[in-house]
C-alpha cells in the first residue's frame, strides 16, 4: 500500500470492566501512547500471532 494511502478506521463499542479500563489506562499512559492505540495494538498482536501460538504447541 502506497504511503499516501491510510486505511479507513471503523468505530465499534464493547462493554469493559472499570478495573480493566483503568489497566488499559495505566499501560497506555506507561508506553506514551493513547487507549486506542494500545488496544489495537494488543488486538494485533492476538490477530497476528497469539491466535496461532497454542495450535502450534507454543504457550504465552
Same mark, same amino acid.
Given at each position: 500500500?502506497? !504511503?499516501?494511502?491510510?486505511?479507513?478506521?471503523?468505530?465499534?463499542?464493547?462493554?469493559?470492566?472499570?478495573? &480493566?479500563?483503568?489497566?488499559?489506562?495505566?499501560? !497506555?499512559?506507561?508506553?506514551?501512547?493513547?487507549?486506542? !492505540?494500545?488496544?489495537?495494538?494488543? &488486538?494485533?498482536?492476538?490477530?497476528?500471532?497469539?491466535?496461532?501460538?497454542?495450535?502450534?504447541?507454543?504457550?504465552?
Amino acid at each position: 500500500m502506497p !504511503a499516501d494511502t491510510k486505511k479507513k478506521s471503523q468505530t465499534i463499542t464493547v462493554r469493559l470492566d472499570p478495573d &480493566l479500563i483503568e489497566d488499559l489506562k495505566n499501560d !497506555a499512559d506507561m508506553e506514551r501512547m493513547n487507549v486506542n !492505540a494500545l488496544i489495537s495494538k494488543i &488486538l494485533s498482536n492476538h490477530i497476528l500471532w497469539e491466535r496461532y501460538e497454542r495450535k502450534m504447541g507454543f504457550w504465552p
